[in-house]
Each structure stands twice: as structure tokens, then as C-alpha cells.
């Protein structure tokens, strides 16, 4: 049975409950464990069938996708850090693999057969927590990187997806399994997109930096016309 829907004010309270636990010393795995039960993350496992879990977490192969197209098509140069194509292959396919495990984990999805998630005892908060601290970790590093060699206007241009993740923790804290997971399975594709927009032409520094340059210029240029 799902969770009963959470106010907008006991959303608030547990957030100014947990930064004033952070303030006192307490434990950020401890904090973030209270966050994600008020959350609801458990009414994932219970809400969505095992052919919505399978589907979720297949929105996580674009960015192995865009590992494999990288380095299939610039081969492994790393003549600069910025376009260094295995840097960039091995961050989006780190991306893509540490966020299949963790979602994999959320849903308690089970690859070997449609079998309860009743079966495996207690919902793992404190492995998910973990699993959590990670997948942000690889993402948002990625991010930093990928801003730092682009420039000021095409990572503002680029940050439209994160309005996809804020919607898709909004649904699933309404009590809305469902949502959650088509909304989140968009943020994962929308934000590879992004990954490949930006990462491409910094890819093609290492073949020809004329039309790289020229094109991350470009690209600049039509954001801060916007």
C-alpha cells in the first residue's frame, strides 16, 4: 500500500530538521536515511510493476551509449585534458553504471525473474543512502568538468534538465511511483543529451581545434543571445 501524500510543510519541516541535525554535529547518512523514508522512496518498490522497473532503469543506457560512440568515433586520444576522450568515455559510462545500481537498488528491481520485492526483507536505506552519496558524486563531478571546459554560457545553457530531476523528486514525494519514474527516466535521457552536446565538440579538440573552438563559440554566442 502507498504512502499517504506528505504537506508541502512536513516537506520543509523534515528539511530544517536535517540541516539543523548537520549544524549539531549529527551524521549526513543519518540525515539523508530520514529524508529519503519521509520521501516515500520505499513506495517505489511497491508502485511500479517489474516491467516499469526494467524500462526506468533502461533510460540509463544512453550514457553508456554516448561512452561507446566516443570513443568509437575520436578513438583514444588525450592530447588535452578538456577533450580527452577516454576521460570523457570513462566518466559517462561510470555515470551510466552507478546510477543503474542505484535505481536498481530504489525499486528493489529483481533481473531474474517478476518476483516480489516482499522476499528480500527490509528496504535497504542505509545501502541506498550510500548508493545515493555515489551517483550524485559521479554526476555532479561531471558536471563541474564539463562547465569548467565550456564556458559560463553553455553551462547555463545546459542546466535546463536539472528542472526535469527537481520535477521528478516533487512527484515522487507527492506519492506518485509512477510519475517519478517517467519524469526521472527523462531527466536521465534529457541530461545525456546535454553530455553529448557539450562533450562532442570538446571531444573534437583532439582532431580539429578550429572547428571545435568554433563551434563551442557558437554555441556560446546562441546562449547569451537567449
Not at 65 to 90: D, N, Y
Not at 140 to 166: E, K
Not at 181 to 187: C, L, R
Amino acid at each position: 500500500k502507498l504512502q499517504t501524500r506528505p504537506s508541502p510543510c512536513a516537506h520543509m519541516a523534515s528539511l530544517f530538521i536535517g540541516l539543523q541535525t548537520l549544524l549539531n554535529g549529527g551524521s549526513p547518512l543519518a540525515v539523508l536515511r530520514t529524508r529519503q523514508k519521509r520521501l516515500g522512496v520505499e513506495a517505489l518498490a511497491e508502485g511500479l510493476t517489474w516491467l516499469e522497473k526494467a524500462l526506468f532503469l533502461a533510460t540509463n543506457l544512453p550514457y553508456l551509449a554516448i561512452s561507446l560512440v566516443l570513443m568509437s568515433r575520436f578513438g583514444p586520444k588525450c592530447l588535452a585534458l578538456c577533450g580527452c576522450v577516454p576521460l570523457h568515455s570513462a566518466w559517462a559510462a561510470i555515470i551510466a553504471v552507478v546510477s543503474t545500481i542505484f535505481h536498481a537498488a530504489q525499486v528493489r528491481f529483481t533481473c531474474c525473474g517478476r518476483g516480489g520485492h516482499h522476499d528480500n526483507g527490509p528496504y535497504p536505506f542505509d545501502r541506498l543512502v550510500k548508493l545515493l552519496l555515489c551517483d550524485v558524486s559521479c554526476a555532479a563531478s561531471y558536471a563541474v568538468f564539463l562547465s569548467a571546459c565550456s564556458g559560463l554560457w553553455a553551462s547555463l545553457r545546459m542546466a535546463w534538465p536539472l528542472l526535469l530531476l527537481i520535477a521528478s523528486v516533487l512527484l515522487r514525494a507527492s506519492g506518485s511511483p509512477r510519475g517519478y519514474a517517467v519524469m526521472h527516466g527523462v531527466w536521465h535521457l534529457a541530461s545525456a543529451w546535454v553530455i553529448l552536446w557539450v562533450a562532442w565538440p570538446l571531444a573534437e579538440l583532439q582532431t580539429s581545434p578550429d572547428v571545435a573552438f568554433g563551434l563551442l563559440e557558437a554555441r556560446g554566442g546562441e546562449a547569451a543571445g537567449q
